[in-house]
Nanobody, 114 residues
Framework: QVQLVESGGGLVQPGGSLRLSCGAS????????MAWYRQAPGKERDLVAL???????NYADSVKGRFTISTDNAKNTVYLQMNSLKPEDTAVYYC????????WGQGTQVTVSE
């Protein structure tokens, strides 16, 4: 069983930045990929960013150039740096890891508002 703990969400003004963290129980190098998803009220959960074990990344078109996904293997953590935040980025953000199974974190709320 893999435990994922997210942190770093909160309330930020438009144009601001946040960095989300997702700490895993045990080494993250065993996973094929790690990703961040988000789900806004009344909407489906959508992929935001993904990083594969080889380091390649993939981003949703809506966040390209603003968000960056990265990992720190020594800390067993995946990050999502979010810059130039917009109100439409408001959602619950979920960490996901993919190995033999898929595991999810509990989610962290990000609210972008004046």
């Amino acid at each position: 069983q893999v435990q994922l703990v997210e942190s770093g969400g909160g309330l930020v003004q438009p144009g601001g930045s946040l960095r989300l963290s997702c700490g895993a129980s045990g080494s993250i190098t065993r996973f094929n990929a790690m990703a961040w998803y988000r789900q806004a009220p009344g909407k489906e959960r959508d992929l935001v960013a993904l990083i594969a074990s080889g380091g390649s990344t993939n981003y949703a078109d809506s966040v390209k150039g603003r968000f960056t996904i990265s990992t720190d293997n020594a800390k067993n953590t995946v990050y999502l740096q979010m810059n130039s935040l917009k109100p439409e980025d408001t959602a619950v953000y979920y960490c996901q890891v993919r190995g033999l199974r898929v595991y999810w974190g509990q989610g962290t709320q990000v609210t972008v508002s004046e």
